[in-house]
């Protein structure tokens, strides 16, 4: 038996019991090659088919020859409790964990931690505590105002949403934090545009949409005016310009009008978030960096001798280079307006260009605010890690302003990081190309409503088609997009995305309902599930594919671990399909009803077992796990 002395504080057999058999295979591989119980530890990996630890004798550098230090190993083993063989293979050792032991523990494990508790309402089965008391700021979804909510910004809060639950899941407490693009030049333009053909009825109504279609308008107006003049001059763009610069210069009035378009749009983007089980505790945005601290960035910037001015040509070439970093859509800044006397960071000596940070009227740039605003939320939350999520499209901007904060020597520049992502292509729906996230969720749920037609068996049991639809929907919108590694851009496909079959998030719901489902058709046989795990006989749990079920559903610890370490959902997506094919090949094996009563309840417990597991790895992922579909 492994001695109760911790090897590290993150090995915790009580959180998670797959520790206990690599601590007893610790054990037996420190006393045979004489090294310490926590260098053993480490080399304690997982073994392919049927195997489940392994141990490769090189790893530990020592003077004599692997194989005969397996040999060694193996001759002094001795099974005990937590440990069924040990076979050679070479230069590596394989160890099986005793079967029954691990089937009690586990399930067991699994079972109590499950269990509902004030701080965890679904159980904590799958945490750990290695972030306690730490602090994590993840910036995701960052939509701006009157614009559309484009694919890039549903990655973003789709993985973001994950990275928040997932450091939770570690022990953190994450700060959810929305960096609205509410402030620019776009933003005195979209003020003009309301004057003229804005009405108080229709923002009311919807807002996003309403102010959607007076921007849309207002610009259409300067691309007019444009056309028709000689020199491109647009009266519209300058009243705009001015406009902005007024509510720089905090001018009350039209700092209230453009308060107002800002909270409506997050009451609307709220409802949406919420029907995506997203939430956010902050709701920031480029409009609320102080000004200040961004005059006083500037300050140091200068001091550092950072700063250089940009002649008009120059801008004009670097706002080109910045509209091929970001769309420029969105970054509308890097028009050569003003552009004499323009201030610009030169950053050419690390490749990363000479970005401007302030335009010649004195009025502020994208990349000043998100500077100054790394500062201002470092003073005010003293976070230990913040996460940027924004698409690839934007990794020439954060490295730029990651180097920027790391030159002027802030003290948390080692505590950013930028969690990246690749494009989504082609979304659209039948009606079009999406312009509001609300049409993806709507487009992803008529589309599942008709997938589920299809499937008479599976409707059966629905008893509100438009909910189900609507939450198999919007998983599977999220599966597709977590199923590969985040950098991978991918084409969004609803047709197969909706499907039941392949690693659908369909097929995935259906697992859960499925096992669901077990539980209420033996209840009408009168078979109940014990609530007292010592009440279950798991002796008689000797299938072969119940071993295999639960030793998957013992590694959940270790997989919200792994996600940790490589931020990628797509960890956590794999583990869930592993598990549903799992327990699907094990229902014709695993038969419950109709068994004599022990057996029955044995079974009962595993899928009992499965279904806590499955659940919590789906919340993860910000899904509602169904109960009936
Ligand atoms: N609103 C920006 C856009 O839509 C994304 C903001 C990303 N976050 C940041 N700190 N720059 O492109």
């Known amino acids: 038996m492994a001695s109760p002395v911790p090897v590290s504080p993150a090995v915790d057999p009580e959180t998670c019991c797959l520790d206990s058999y690599r601590l007893a295979i610790a054990t037996q591989i420190s006393s045979s090659l004489d090294i310490p119980r926590n260098i053993a530890y480490e ?43 040990a076979t050679r293979d070479g230069i590596f050792v394989h160890y099986v964990c005793h079967t029954q032991n691990l089937i009690q523990t586990a399930l067991k494990q699994i079972y109590k931690l499950s269990k509902p508790t004030q701080s965890y309402p679904h159980g904590s089965y799958g945490y750990n505590n290695s972030g306690a008391g730490k602090q994590v700021i993840i910036e995701f979804s960052s939509p701006n105002i009157a614009k559309p909510f484009h694919a890039g910004h ?19 407490k994450s700060i959810r934090f929305n960096y609205l693009g509410d402030w620019g030049k776009q933003y005195g333009l979209l003020a003009i545009g309301f004057q003229r053909y804005g009405s108080e009825e229709s923002l009311a109504k919807d807002p996003i949409l309403h102010l959607f279609e007076v921007y849309v308008r207002v610009n259409r107006e300067i691309e007019k005016e444009e056309a028709s003049n000689p020199d491109k001059f647009s009266p519209t763009n300058e009243e ?59 300050e140091k910037l200068k001091s550092k001798g950072l700063l250089t001015k940009k002649t008009a040509h120059e801008s004009r070439v670097g706002a080109a280079a910045a509209e091929a970093s970001t769309p420029a859509s969105e970054l509308d800044e890097g028009d050569d307006d003003n552009a004499a006397d323009a201030l610009a960071l030169d950053l050419t000596q690390w490749k990363l260009g000479k970005p401007v940070v302030q335009k ?247 899928f009992r077992c499965t279904r806590f597991v499955l659940a919590s790895a789906m919340r993860l992922l910000s899904l509602t796990p169904l109960t009936r579909m």
């Open 43 to 85: 080399g304690v990996d997982y073994g392919k088919k049927g195997i489940d630890f392994t141990v490769a004798i090189p790893r530990f550098r020592l003077k004599e020859k692997p194989a005969a230090l397996a040999d060694k190993v193996i001759s002094e083993f001795s099974p005990n409790s937590h440990l069924q063989s």
């Open 154 to 172: 549903l990655r973003s809060t789709i993985i973001g949403t994950f990275l928040a639950n997932l450091f939770e899941a570690n022990g953190w």
């Open 240 to 298: 705009a310009k001015a406009l902005f610069k007024k509510m720089e210069d905090n001018d009350k009035e039209t700092l209230e009008l453009w308060k107002r378009f800002r909270e409506l749009s997050i009451v609307e983007y709220e409802k949406v978030y919420k029907r995506l089980n997203v939430r956010f505790d902050v709701y920031g945005g480029e409009s609320l960096v102080k000004s200040d601290l961004m005059m006083d960035t500037l």
């Open 360 to 606: 010649g009227d004195g009025t502020t740039i994208y990349i000043l605010r998100d500077i100054a605003g790394a500062r201002q939320r470092y003073q005010l939350y003293n976070f230990d890690k913040m996460i940027y999520v924004i698409g690839d499209q934007q990794d020439l901007h954060v490295s730029q302003f990651f180097k920027t904060l790391a030159l002027m020597d802030e003290p948390f520049t080692d505590k950013l990081e930028h969690v990246n992502f690749g494009k989504i292509h082609g979304m659209s729906t039948r009606k079009g190309q999406v312009k509001f996230l609300s049409d993806i969720l709507e487009a992803s749920k008529e589309a599942m409503l008709e997938q589920m037609k299809k499937n008479e068996e599976k409707m059966k049991d629905v008893t509100d088609p438009e909910y189900t639809s609507d939450e198999v929907g919007m998983t599977c919108v999220k599966i597709q997009d977590m199923s590969a590694k985040r950098v991978h851009a991918y084409t969004f496909d609803l047709q197969r995305m909706t499907s039941f079959e392949g690693d659908t998030g369909a097929y995935l719901q259906y697992a859960h309902v499925r096992l669901c489902s077990v539980e209420r058709k033996v209840a009408l046989d009168g078979i109940n599930p014990r609530d007292d795990p010592e009440l279950i006989d798991t002796t008689l749990l000797t299938e072969p594919k119940v071993r295999e079920l639960v030793f998957a559903l013992a590694s959940y610890p270790d997989v919200v671990k792994v996600a940790m370490k490589n931020y990628e959902p797509s960890t956590v997506v794999s583990y869930c399909f592993k598990i549903s094919h799992l327990v699907s090949s094990a229902w014709e094996t695993l038969i419950v009803r109709g068994q004599e009563t022990e057996l029955a309840q044995a079974r009962l417990y595993v």
